[in-house]
């Protein structure tokens, strides 16, 4: 168990109002926030403390080394894999989690944004046999939503980016 994420949104909430745009501008300091369309709530990943954030509790993470061909977050709860080059591969493995482009690259509308767009399907070990994630990826823009379908199980509905820049984002 973690820090609260009220305490990672506030900490967050004081560096915007002391002036670091460079938080939501180009994620500098490794914190990418994203929102719950249902209930409006945040969830966190953060490369500096090394944790996801959701509801109010946290979890560690492991994140990829720079060295690695993927951009990934891998954590009790929520992973994340994509290779830096994503031209390069339609399907991965990285951890305990196959991914496999299931919409290549393409020009997109989502939620407003124009980009190139890829559609991410990733299933997990421990998640149930026929559930999987959707991630909705830019290699420009990082992550920019993702959502749980698992059929028979209550799921929390799309979570989309709060802001400019997700995790992943090629630099």
């Known amino acids: 168990m973690r ?16 002036g670091n745009a460079g938080v939501f501008a180009g994620n500098k300091n490794g914190v990418y926030v994203y929102t719950y369309l249902t209930d409006g709530s945040a969830f966190v990943i953060t490369t500096q403390e090394k944790a996801v954030y959701w509801a109010d509790y946290g979890v560690d993470a492991k994140f990829c080394p720079s060295a690695s061909p993927f951009y990934c977050v891998n954590s009790e709860g929520f ?30 509308a989502l939620f407003g944004m124009k980009a190139k767009i890829a559609i991410i399907q990733g299933t997990c070990l421990h998640y149930s046999k026929d559930g999987a994630y959707y991630y909705y990826y830019s290699p420009k823009y990082g992550l920019l939503a993702f ?22 984002a090629v630099q």
Do not use: H
């Open 79 to 108: 992973n994340f894999a994509v290779p830096k080059d994503l031209s390069k591969l339609k399907s991965w493995v990285v951890g305990n989690c196959d991914y496999k482009v299931v919409m290549p690259l393409s020009e997109r």
């Open 147 to 168: 959502e749980a379908r698992n059929p028979g199980d209550i799921t929390p509905g799309p979570i989309i980016l709060s802001q400019s820049i997700g995790f992943g």
């Open 3 to 18: 820090k609260c994420l009220r305490c990672v949104i506030s900490l967050v909430s004081i560096s915007l109002l002391v």
